[in-house]
């Protein structure tokens, strides 16, 4: 072996082992792991390994909040609330990464106790130790300064500006507006008071809040996705099963390649062009490094 | 001190009802097994205005029947050992001062009032619901003290959050025993609450003249019972007070308005028995004729033809007096699904509140003018405070008489209570050339009662745009209210729900 294989062997080496997405996401090319099988739990923790594992986003002893879409009284097999089998899983890697606390809540469209209750989330996540699923108070939505270009200020959830670690799990699905949901919009859950108000602007107004809040690491969940009369649906009809979860710490990037599954182009989601205008990530799929986990 | 089996039975069933009360509401189940309406279902008040109003039965009154003949055996007991009126009442008002009974009240009265009730229910005007002493406690709770409860603690609690932000965590488990279990889940402000507390608080307050005022004078569920309880075959011995005692008219709350004892009155409270110094007082067994009593006395018979055709004439009057509606106030006349004539359900409501207590996004409230003043408590639905959640059922679970009809779910959704209607000088589409459709977005029906097209147009500083126009499709939409609730515009919504015929 010459000693230029040599040293290029063992630079690959530790670059595979050691630096894949801690560098790449953040300085260099983005990532986006995608995962996809029967076992949802299990899709769920390879999608999150294949970009280093949870322990490069969580630390020991940090309050993590997973943020899930719970917008709708529908069952979990109509793919309009996040999978709580996707939820379960990425919360044991939060806890398994040191986790000191976990926080699951949203601000629901529908009345909140009968979209958690329907969720299925509170359900499968009861019994866990260091789990606090609870409904949004009215008191915490803090009047927060954004300074964007549709929103100056709005009250955003205060457990979520507070929490050390911010962990957006959506699903994807339809959206009569915005063409489709996904994790720049799931923002909209940390939103307090009349939220309808910025569907008149929602592409700034969506860049506004995510250049406040970031998501440290973005779940996309496709195990069922929405094809029609989203964001609430109510219809199997609607319902396409894809088995699949994408993960990255590049929101704009995850929504980008998530645009995909459903044969649309990222450049037809307003959402994402404005967001990557904005400096929010890489929509771009051929600036992407997307790994088949 | 002794304490009577009537005291603890009292007591006991305070605590049903108030248990039965907190638990009228969503659990996380879609079924309601038990509720309050347990009480007015047992209630022959409730019965017997539903039998000249509707001129029919339904099984859910069948306990209402146990009860009246109960009390035709036993007396009045129900309000000596159940009401948790008079419960309230004999708690709160046992250091009370009496000053004289007020004569006015002595009179019949209260068979005016019964009878009155009973013709108004027989011309399809059923207002027995607003003089029910049940239904005057279960409103002054919902729209008043339980919001009240629910404002405080929850005042308290964002106020330590003021103090401690997320720190009051520490303390939490205390609030949220009582966010789970106690407390309504979130505080609504109802119309008529001053009313409803008003009138309870009155009935408190006639307490200065006379034990169990309302109770002997007034309450029309206490006349009835009263008499059927005539018919009892237990009667009091001795049939009145003793030369050499007299503290039975001390001890009484109501059957010795004078020396003779009054059979309608007693409510089998026990206390003359059990504090009787000689042990003479028993209520044996026998059969009398009822109606007899008073006829010896040279007071007035009960039934006289002149309380009966009295009431027959105030009773038609009063039924058609106040029958005038406004018709733009019909339009947003929105009742609770499952509700197809307005007559029918004026026939059956009890105006207990229980709709709005278990309403679960508190879109039902009571009803001040839009039916008529004879409307008064009757649930309307205000889609700009809450809209009737699509799959919630809960309503027509508690009802107690079947005027909300307790339906599938799958029923329900398609039930109409009113349709959408949008207004093109508000809607933002349409008025000022910007996208929003959060009322599509909420619409519930699968299929989309609210759809749009998808134009393009040039707003107003000259830019190209493509707008998403909402517009209703009538057939599918079922009047839930969730656009106009949703609807982001300050103020008035852009649309609204309109009534509608239903066929």
């Given at each position: 072996?010459?000693?230029?294989?040599?040293?290029?062997?063992?630079?690959?080496?530790?670059?595979?082992?050691?630096?894949?997405?801690?560098?790449?996401?953040?300085?260099?090319?983005?990532?986006?792991?995608?995962?996809?099988?029967?076992?949802?739990?299990?899709?769920?923790?390879?999608?999150?390994?294949?970009?280093?594992?949870?322990?490069?986003?969580?630390?020991?002893g940090n309050t993590?909040v997973?943020?899930?879409?719970?917008?709708?009284?529908?069952?979990?097999?109509?793919?309009?609330?996040?999978?709580?089998?996707?939820?379960?899983?990425?919360?044991?890697?939060?806890?398994?990464?040191?986790?000191k606390k976990?926080k699951?809540f949203?601000?629901?469209?529908?009345?909140?106790?009968?979209?958690?209750?329907?969720?299925?989330?509170?359900?499968?996540?009861?019994?866990?130790?260091n789990?606090e699923?609870k409904?949004v108070e009215n008191e915490r939505f803090k009047?927060?300064?954004?300074?964007?270009?549709?929103?100056?200020?709005?009250?955003?959830y205060d457990e979520a500006l507070a929490a050390d670690?911010?962990?957006?799990?959506?699903?994807?699905?339809?959206?009569?507006?915005?063409?489709?949901?996904?994790?720049?919009?799931?923002?909209?859950?940390?939103?307090?008071?009349?939220?309808?108000?910025?569907?008149?602007?929602?592409?700034?107004?969506?860049?506004?809040?995510?250049?406040?809040?970031?998501?440290?690491?973005?779940?996309?969940?496709?195990?069922?996705?929405?094809?029609?009369?989203?964001?609430?649906?109510?219809?199997?009809?609607?319902?396409?099963?894809?088995?699949?979860?994408?993960?990255?710490?590049?929101?704009?990037?995850?929504?980008?390649?998530?645009?995909?599954?459903?044969?649309?182009?990222?450049?037809?989601?307003?959402?994402?062009?404005?967001?990557?205008?904005?400096?929010?990530?890489?929509?771009?799929?051929?600036?992407?490094?997307?790994?088949?986990? | 001190?002794?304490?009577?089996?009537?005291?603890?039975?009292?007591?006991?069933?305070?605590?049903?009802?108030?248990?039965?009360?907190?638990?009228?509401?969503?659990?996380?189940?879609?079924?309601?097994?038990?509720?309050?309406?347990?009480?007015?279902?047992?209630?022959?008040?409730?019965?017997?205005?539903?039998?000249?109003?509707?001129?029919?039965?339904?099984?859910?009154?069948?306990?209402?029947?146990?009860?009246?003949?109960?009390?035709?055996?036993?007396?009045?007991?129900?309000?000596?050992?159940?009401?948790?009126?008079?419960?309230?009442?004999?708690?709160?008002?046992?250091?009370?001062?009496?000053?004289?009974?007020?004569?006015?009240?002595?009179?019949?009265?209260?068979?005016?009032?019964?009878?009155?009730?009973?013709?108004?229910?027989?011309?399809?005007?059923?207002?027995?619901?607003?003089?029910?002493?049940?239904?005057?406690?279960?409103?002054?709770?919902?729209?008043?003290?339980?919001?009240?409860?629910?404002?405080?603690a929850r005042a308290g609690w964002s106020g330590l959050y003021g103090l401690a932000g997320g720190g009051r965590d520490h303390v939490g488990f205390v609030y949220h025993?009582?966010r789970?279990?106690?407390?309504?889940?979130?505080?609504?402000?109802?119309?008529?609450?001053?009313?409803?507390?008003?009138?309870?608080?009155?009935?408190?307050?006639?307490?200065?003249?006379?034990?169990?005022?309302?109770?002997?004078?007034?309450?029309?569920?206490?006349?009835?019972?009263?008499?059927?309880?005539?018919?009892?075959?237990?009667?009091?011995?001795?049939?009145?007070?003793?030369?050499?005692?007299?503290?039975?008219?001390?001890?009484?709350?109501?059957?010795?308005?004078?020396?003779?004892?009054?059979?309608?009155?007693?409510?089998?409270?026990?206390?003359?028995?059990?504090?009787?110094?000689?042990?003479?007082?028993?209520?044996?067994?026998?059969?009398?004729?009822?109606?007899?009593?008073?006829?010896?006395?040279?007071?007035?018979?009960?039934?006289?033809?002149?309380?009966?055709?009295?009431?027959?004439?105030?009773?038609?009057?009063?039924?058609?007096?106040?029958?005038?509606?406004?018709?733009?106030?019909?339009?947003?006349?929105?009742?609770?699904?499952?509700?197809?004539?307005?007559?029918?359900?004026?026939?059956?409501?009890?105006?207990?509140?229980?709709?709005?207590?278990?309403?679960?996004?508190?879109?039902?409230?009571?009803?001040?003018?839009?039916?008529?003043?004879?409307?008064?408590?009757?649930?309307?639905?205000?889609?700009?405070?809450?809209?009737?959640?699509?799959?919630?059922?809960?309503?027509?679970?508690?009802?107690?008489?079947?005027?909300?009809?307790?339906?599938?779910?799958?029923?329900?959704?398609?039930?109409?209570?009113?349709?959408?209607?949008?207004?093109?000088?508000?809607?933002?589409?349409?008025?000022?050339?910007?996208?929003?459709?959060?009322?599509?977005?909420?619409?519930?029906?699968?299929?989309?009662?609210?759809?749009?097209?998808?134009?393009?147009?040039?707003?107003?500083?000259?830019?190209?745009?493509?707008?998403?126009?909402?517009?209703?499709?009538?057939?599918?939409?079922?009047?839930?209210?969730?656009?106009?609730?949703?609807?982001?515009?300050?103020?008035?919504?852009?649309?609204?729900?309109?009534?509608?015929?239903?066929?």
């Amino acid at each position: 072996m010459k000693r230029r294989d040599f040293l290029k062997a063992t630079l690959s080496t530790l670059l595979a082992s050691q630096l894949p997405s801690r560098l790449m996401a953040q300085s260099g090319q983005p990532v986006v792991a995608v995962a996809e099988g029967t076992d949802h739990a299990a899709v769920t923790r390879r999608a999150v390994a294949a970009l280093g594992g949870m322990k490069v986003v969580v630390k020991p002893g940090n309050t993590v909040v997973v943020k899930p879409n719970i917008g709708w009284d529908r069952k979990p097999e109509y793919a309009a609330n996040t999978n709580p089998v996707v939820i379960k899983a990425v919360i044991e890697e939060c806890l398994a990464a040191g986790a000191k606390k976990v926080k699951i809540f949203d601000n629901t469209c529908a009345d909140p106790r009968r979209c958690y209750e329907n969720s299925g989330i509170p359900a499968i996540l009861k019994g866990m130790k260091n789990v606090e699923v609870k409904h949004v108070e009215n008191e915490r939505f803090k009047k927060t300064t954004l300074n964007g270009r549709f929103l100056k200020d709005w009250p955003l959830y205060d457990e979520a500006l507070a929490a050390d670690v911010f962990i957006n799990v959506p699903i994807a699905k339809h959206h009569s507006l915005t063409g489709l949901t996904l994790g720049l919009k799931n923002l909209m859950g940390i939103m307090g008071e009349n939220r309808g108000h910025i569907h008149r602007s929602i592409e700034d107004a969506l860049a506004d809040v995510n250049s406040r809040v970031k998501s440290h690491l973005v779940i996309i969940d496709a195990t069922r996705v929405l094809t029609a009369h989203g964001p609430q649906g109510g219809s199997l009809k609607d319902v396409k099963v894809l088995n699949k979860v994408i993960a990255s710490r590049d929101i704009v990037a995850a929504d980008a390649y998530a645009t995909t599954l459903f044969g649309m182009n990222p450049r037809d989601l307003s959402t994402t062009v404005t967001a990557h205008k904005r400096g929010l990530g890489e929509m771009d799929l051929n600036k992407i490094k997307v790994i088949k986990a | 001190m002794k304490v009577t089996a009537s005291r603890i039975s009292q007591l006991f069933f305070l605590a049903l009802f108030l248990f039965l009360f907190i638990i009228t509401d969503y659990r996380g189940k879609d079924e309601i097994s038990v509720a309050v309406n347990s009480f007015f279902r047992a209630n022959p008040l409730v019965l017997a205005s539903y039998l000249f109003a509707v001129k029919g039965f339904t099984a859910l009154l069948i306990p209402a029947i146990l009860t009246a003949v109960f009390t035709v055996i036993l007396g009045r007991f129900f309000c000596g050992w159940i009401c948790p009126l008079g419960t309230i009442i004999d708690l709160l008002t046992k250091k009370m001062r009496r000053s004289a009974p007020i004569r006015f009240l002595k009179g019949p009265l209260k068979y005016y009032i019964l009878f009155t009730l009973l013709v108004m229910s027989l011309f399809s005007v059923n207002i027995s619901g607003v003089f029910d002493p049940l239904a005057i406690l279960i409103r002054a709770l919902t729209f008043f003290l339980y919001p009240l409860l629910g404002y405080t603690a929850r005042a308290g609690w964002s106020g330590l959050y003021g103090l401690a932000g997320g720190g009051r965590d520490h303390v939490g488990f205390v609030y949220h025993f009582l966010r789970d279990y106690v407390l309504p889940f979130r505080e609504t402000f109802y119309p008529l609450a001053f009313l409803s507390l008003a009138i309870f608080l009155f009935i408190l307050f006639l307490e200065r003249f006379e034990k169990r005022n309302w109770c002997r004078n007034i309450c029309p569920l206490g006349t009835l019972l009263g008499l059927l309880g005539r018919f009892s075959i237990f009667s009091r011995m001795p049939g009145r007070i003793c030369k050499d005692c007299g503290e039975c008219k001390d001890h009484c709350a109501t059957a010795f308005d004078e020396e003779i004892f009054q059979a309608d009155g007693c409510i089998r409270c026990m206390q003359c028995r059990v504090k009787c110094r000689f042990d003479r007082v028993v209520f044996p067994f026998k059969v009398k004729k009822a109606f007899a009593s008073a006829a010896g006395t040279g007071k007035q018979p009960v039934l006289s033809k002149r309380i009966l055709l009295g009431s027959l004439f105030s009773g038609i009057f009063l039924s058609k007096a106040f029958s005038f509606r406004r018709p733009e106030k019909d339009h947003r006349l929105l009742r609770p699904p499952g509700v197809t004539s307005e007559s029918e359900f004026l026939k059956k409501c009890v105006r207990c509140g229980e709709c709005m207590k278990v309403c679960l996004r508190s879109a039902l409230y009571p009803d001040l003018m839009r039916a008529g003043i004879t409307g008064i408590f009757m649930p309307v639905i205000i889609p700009r405070l809450g809209y009737c959640e699509y799959n919630c059922t809960l309503c027509g679970q508690v009802c107690p008489t079947g005027a909300i009809p307790g339906l599938s779910p799958e029923k329900k959704k398609k039930s109409i209570i009113g349709t959408a209607v949008i207004d093109r000088n508000l809607c933002l589409p349409y008025a000022k050339k910007l996208n929003c459709i959060v009322c599509e977005e909420h619409c519930p029906i699968p299929e989309k009662a609210i759809r749009f097209e998808t134009v393009s147009d040039v707003d107003y500083q000259g830019r190209k745009v493509i707008l998403k126009r909402p517009y209703v499709i009538d057939e599918l939409c079922n009047g839930c209210g969730i656009c106009e609730n949703k609807c982001p515009l300050e103020g008035r919504s852009a649309i609204e729900v309109f009534a509608r015929k239903k066929a």
